[in-house]
T-cell receptor
Framework: SQTIHQWPATLVQPVGSPLSLECTVE??????LYWYRQAAGRGLQLLFY??????ISSEVPQNLSASRPQDRQFILSSKKLLLSDSGFYLC??????????FGQGTRLTVV | SQQGEEDPQALSIQEGENATMNCSYKTSINNLQWYRQNSGRGLVHLIL?????REKHSGRLRVTLDTSKKSSSLLITASRAADTASYFC???????????FGSGTKLNVKP
């Protein structure tokens, strides 16, 4: 069966520090991969999505970047975190036009 | 939001009552999905309805889709305290591999 792993679960980082969040999927090939951010009590904002290795589409201009070095690995990064980068980050995968499967999320607090 | 809105933003009902949540979106879609999120956790897929479908059922869930009005509704019948969660709709625009979430409805079912 397919599983998605996202880590860490929580992270507290100082302003100006780098960020790397990793998401890996098992049990499927060539999935579409997504990064979302959720502010407290709000909906999910699509940040990046990828339909294949090295293919990244950015939805909104921001301080973050994404990479897909392997078929089932999706990484969210920042060189210098801002206070406004705080939030709940969710990784998801799906195949074709089916439902999406989400990781358990990373709660990032920038201090 | 990037694509749609849900209403109401919050809904409080007694156990056994029905809960109805609405979702409106902006552009033509391939499909619409409903997800559930327990506090501070990842999202769980509930039901997917394609643009050529008008109604779909899954257990106590009933989803309708009106593409002419660009709206959908989720009905939870005979609600239980365990249904307490936030509910989100997500839409996949035509010819895209991405999907956008609404702002969510926070449902509280009182025992």
């Amino acid at each position: 069966s397919q599983t998605i792993h996202q880590w860490p679960a929580t992270l507290v980082q100082p302003v100006g520090s780098p960020l790397s969040l990793e998401c890996t999927v098992e049990g499927t090939s060539n999935p579409n991969l997504y990064w979302y951010r959720q502010a407290a009590g709000r909906g999910l904002q699509l940040l990046f999505y990828s339909v294949g290795i090295g293919q990244i589409s950015s939805e909104v201009p921001q301080n973050l970047s994404a990479s897909r070095p392997q078929d089932r690995q999706f990484i969210l990064s920042s060189k210098k975190l801002l206070l406004s980068d705080s939030g709940f980050y969710l990784c998801a995968w799906r195949s074709g036009g089916s439902e999406a499967f989400f990781g358990q999320g990373t709660r990032l607090t920038v201090v | 939001s990037q694509q749609g809105e849900e209403d109401p933003q919050a809904l409080s009902i007694q156990e056994g009552e029905n809960a109805t949540m609405n979702c409106s979106y902006k552009t033509s879609i391939n499909n619409l999905q409903w997800y559930r999120q327990n506090s501070g956790r990842g999202l769980v897929h509930l039901i997917l309805i394609r643009s050529n479908e008008r109604e779909k059922h899954s257990g106590r869930l009933r989803v309708t889709l009106d593409t002419s009005k660009k709206s959908s509704s989720l009905l939870i019948t005979a609600s239980r305290a365990a249904d307490t969660a936030s509910y989100f709709c997500a839409t996949e625009p035509l010819n895209f591999n991405k999907f956008y979430f609404g702002s969510g409805t926070k449902l509280n079912v009182k025992p």
